[in-house]
């Protein structure tokens, strides 16, 4: 539900502080993906493609009209006795007949051949999923980069009221001439010190916002609220784009391969000619007259053999090259699945302390605070827990958030 609402926020735009999550960005960024329109495109083109393929099995028909003169022609004139003379045809002579053949047999080369047409379209649509894997690691570094901006600031804003209520003090103090303007003067430049860390982060937060503004194609302020997301489980499948390519591309040599054997099989056709000629089929007799031959055709590409031996030989070699591909991608997946484990772990085992320092530093602040307050302590060593007490702070954002961004990163690792 707060991913639908969150999607219906940012695509109406209404006027309220949205909640954002990683989901609903990987959504938006799919939708705004330029290089998805190229899918539709492509599947039409398929349709063409196949239909195409598909016309061979549709009888052709061809016209022809001839007209000729011969130099010479047959002319029998050693007869017995008794037999009538036999006129020669004639040495101009015409022809208009359609030749009709319809393939009956093709040894499965069509059918290979819309194999060959949609695996090659689907290389062109994982191609495509590669761009936009690329795309979310993207996503996920700007989202997750958002949350802890937002999270340094809210410490940091938690610290600069402790310093803004220390200036109030001080500034009582050195009207009442308790205090020197040197003391006035630290504080005053420790709370302009907090403000630039403030604008600097700021920016950057912004920066980063309108970052996945462009991304996501929608309006994302930066007062809306970034949900942080939950911890993925560690157990993932391997989906990415480039092992799904492999794969493809095995497939496609295979269809090629099938195509090379299929070649080397005969095709049976059937075949039909009518015809109005003169001569016709009776070439001694020398007037027009209308035929017709029909019968079956066997072909049979004898040197087609040698590509198939050769073919062969190529589609192994090209195999050989795919698995090798699939090892070395296996290969860096896992070398950078180490990676992150190494850093889950690590993350992991920080947080379990972070809370209890956190506590620590913060007793160890208040108490200092109070020395401050009552002469025991000086500003500088005030600011010192201060500032030790906002690094704890510090240091559990990063490494809560950052622990959740590593099991996001692990499952994108894998395509998921």
């Given at each position: 539900?707060?991913?639908?609402?969150?999607i219906?926020?940012?695509?109406?735009?209404?006027?309220?502080?949205?909640?954002?999550?990683?989901?609903?960005?990987?959504?938006?960024?799919?939708?705004?993906?330029?290089?998805y329109?190229?899918?539709?495109l492509?599947?039409?083109?398929?349709?063409?493609?196949?239909?195409?393929?598909?016309?061979?099995w549709?009888p052709?028909?061809?016209?022809?009209?001839?007209?000729?003169?011969?130099?010479?022609?047959?002319?029998?004139?050693?007869?017995?006795?008794?037999?009538?003379?036999?006129?020669?045809?004639?040495?101009?002579?015409?022809?208009?007949?359609?030749?009709?053949?319809?393939?009956?047999?093709?040894?499965?080369?069509?059918?290979?051949?819309?194999?060959?047409?949609?695996?090659?379209?689907?290389?062109?649509e994982?191609?495509?999923?590669?761009?936009?894997?690329?795309?979310?690691?993207?996503?996920i570094?700007?989202?997750?980069?958002?949350?802890?901006?937002?999270?340094?600031?809210?410490i940091?804003?938690?610290?600069?009221n402790?310093?803004?209520?220390?200036?109030?003090?001080?500034?009582?103090?050195?009207?009442?001439?308790?205090?020197?303007?040197?003391?006035?003067?630290?504080?005053?430049?420790?709370?302009?010190?907090?403000?630039?860390?403030?604008?600097?982060?700021?920016?950057?937060?912004?920066?980063?916002?309108?970052?996945?503004q462009?991304?996501?194609?929608?309006?994302?302020?930066?007062?809306?609220?970034?949900?942080?997301?939950?911890?993925?489980?560690?157990?993932?499948?391997?989906?990415?784009?480039e092992?799904?390519?492999?794969?493809?591309q095995?497939?496609?040599?295979?269809?090629?391969?099938?195509?090379?054997?299929?070649?080397?099989?005969?095709?049976?056709?059937?075949?039909?000619?009518?015809?109005?000629?003169?001569?016709?089929?009776?070439?001694?007799?020398?007037?027009?007259?209308?035929?017709?031959?029909?019968?079956?055709?066997?072909?049979?590409?004898?040197?087609?053999?040698?590509?198939?031996?050769?073919?062969?030989k190529?589609?192994?070699?090209n195999?050989?090259?795919?698995?090798?591909?699939?090892?070395?991608?296996?290969?860096q997946?896992n070398?950078?699945q180490?990676?992150?484990?190494?850093?889950?772990?690590?993350?992991?085992?920080?947080?379990?302390?972070?809370?209890?320092?956190?506590?620590?530093?913060?007793?160890?602040?208040?108490?200092?605070?109070?020395?401050?307050?009552?002469?025991?302590?000086?500003?500088?060593?005030?600011?010192?827990?201060?500032?030790?007490?906002?690094?704890?702070?510090?240091?559990?954002?990063?490494?809560?958030?950052?622990?959740?961004?590593?099991t996001?990163?692990?499952?994108?690792?894998?395509?998921?």
């Open positions: 539900m707060r991913f639908l609402i969150s219906f926020v940012i695509l109406t735009g209404i006027n309220i502080h949205a909640q954002i999550t990683l989901d609903s960005c990987i959504y938006l960024a799919r939708q705004n993906f330029p290089q329109g190229q899918i539709k492509l599947n039409e083109a398929l349709d063409k493609q196949l239909w195409n393929i598909s016309t061979n549709l052709t028909l061809n016209g022809t009209a001839q007209a000729s003169y011969q130099s010479n022609v047959i002319d029998i004139n050693i007869l017995p006795p008794g037999f009538p003379t036999i006129t020669p045809p004639p040495r101009d002579q015409y022809k208009f007949y359609f030749d009709a053949s319809q393939l009956i047999f093709d040894g499965g080369t069509i059918r290979h051949q819309k194999n060959i047409v949609r695996s090659t379209t689907h290389v062109e994982v191609k495509i999923e590669g761009e936009f894997f690329k795309l979310k690691e993207k996503i570094l700007t989202y997750f980069g958002i949350l802890l901006i937002n999270e340094q600031l809210s940091l804003n938690l610290t600069k402790e310093i803004s209520n220390s200036l109030k003090k001080a500034q009582i103090a050195y009207d009442a001439k308790t205090i020197s303007a040197y003391q006035l003067n630290s504080i005053l430049a420790e709370d302009i010190k907090f403000s630039q860390r403030q604008s600097e982060l700021e920016s950057q937060l912004t920066i980063l916002i309108q970052t996945l462009k991304i996501c194609g929608r309006s994302i302020q930066s007062k809306d609220e970034f949900i942080l997301p939950m911890e993925l489980p560690s157990n993932v499948t391997n989906n990415r784009p092992l799904k390519l492999i794969q493809l095995r497939a496609l040599l295979k269809y090629q391969n099938k195509v090379f054997v299929s070649n080397s099989i005969p095709k049976v056709s059937g075949f039909a000619q009518v015809g109005y000629s003169n001569p016709a089929l009776n070439f001694l007799k020398n007037e027009f007259q209308t035929y017709y031959v029909a019968g079956v055709r066997l072909n049979w590409n004898i040197s087609s053999l040698y590509q198939r031996n050769s073919g062969n190529i589609t192994k070699l195999l050989g090259i795919t698995q090798l591909q699939e090892e070395a991608l296996n290969y997946l070398i950078a180490t990676q992150y484990e190494v850093d889950i772990s690590k993350f992991r085992q920080l947080i379990r302390t972070d809370q209890d320092l956190i506590l620590l530093q913060t007793k160890i602040r208040e108490a200092s605070l109070l020395q401050y307050d009552n002469g025991i302590k000086d500003w500088s060593d005030y600011l010192k827990d201060l500032h030790a007490e906002e690094q704890a702070k510090m240091n559990e954002v990063v490494h809560r958030i950052s622990f959740i961004q590593a996001y990163l692990t499952s994108n690792l894998f395509g998921n």
